[in-house]
């Protein structure tokens, strides 16, 4: 069984721009979580989506956005980029979310803002 | 406000020695889980423990679920230098949907 797959690997971009990160979660999975984790801050919950609707939102500002499609994949939108967005982005999928907590991460995606 | 607190923060130890960390909250959580995490990937689920004062076995690692589900511990025993990497702790509080992280503990070993 595949495990969860983020694209891109690693990111670069300046301050202003913007950037859409991508996941897939394991087959069968339904609920997809993503997370920020900087060497300060460790690993912060951004939002969860569960059947195309996100059920869970962490404390981020609105310029972080996120949707889940039909295929239960989910793409994470940042805009107006900022130098402190610069972080290791990971995105977890579960099978149901809600009391089952196993989640599975992928191998992140490292986002430079220069 | 951090729900769960992990101690110590770093460790680094010679292999073959025996180590603890631990994951502590004041608040009750429905189960808990432990990652580790290498430089570069995302975290790897090793455990997850559900009933107040649950022990499980993972080879030479033992984790312990505390009576009153606030708190947890890893132990280690005889740590190689595959061990190395950042342990962290992760739950979900009675009544909140979100999983909270805690602050994480660098294990370096050795050889």
């Known amino acids: 069984k595949a495990g969860v797959t983020q694209t891109p690997r690693y990111l670069i971009k300046t301050r202003g721009q913007q950037v859409t990160l991508s996941c897939s979660p394991i087959?069968?999975?339904?609920?997809v979580s993503w997370y920020q984790q900087t060497p300060g801050q460790g690993l912060q919950f951004l939002f969860e989506?569960?059947?195309?609707?996100?059920?869970n939102k962490g404390n981020f500002p609105g310029r972080f956005s996120g949707r889940q499609f039909s295929n239960s994949r989910s793409e994470m939108n940042v805009s107006t980029l900022e130098l402190g967005d610069s972080a290791l982005y990971l995105c977890?999928?579960?099978?149901?979310?809600?009391?089952?907590?196993?989640?599975?991460f992928g191998p992140g995606t490292r986002l430079t803002v220069l | 406000t951090q729900l769960l607190e992990q101690s110590p923060q770093f460790l680094s130890i010679q292999e073959g020695e025996n180590l603890t960390v631990y994951c502590n909250s004041s608040?009750?959580?429905?189960?808990l889980q432990w990652y580790r995490q290498e430089p570069g990937e995302g975290p790897v689920l090793l455990v997850t423990?559900?009933?107040?004062?649950e022990v499980k076995k993972l080879k030479r690692l033992t984790f312990q679920f505390g009576d009153a589900r606030k708190d947890s511990s890893l132990h280690i025993t005889a740590a190689q230098p595959g061990d190395t990497g950042l342990y962290l702790c992760?739950?979900?509080?009675?009544?909140?949907?979100?999983?909270?992280f805690g602050t994480g503990t660098k294990l370096q070993v050795i050889p």
């Open positions: 087959s069968g999975h339904r609920s």
């Open positions: 989506y569960f059947s195309e609707t996100q059920r």
């Open positions: 977890a999928s579960s099978l149901a979310g809600g009391n089952d907590n196993e989640q599975f």
């Open positions: 992760a739950g979900k509080v009675w009544g909140y949907q979100k999983v909270t």
């Open positions: 423990v559900v009933t107040g004062g």
């Open positions: 608040s009750v959580f429905s189960s």
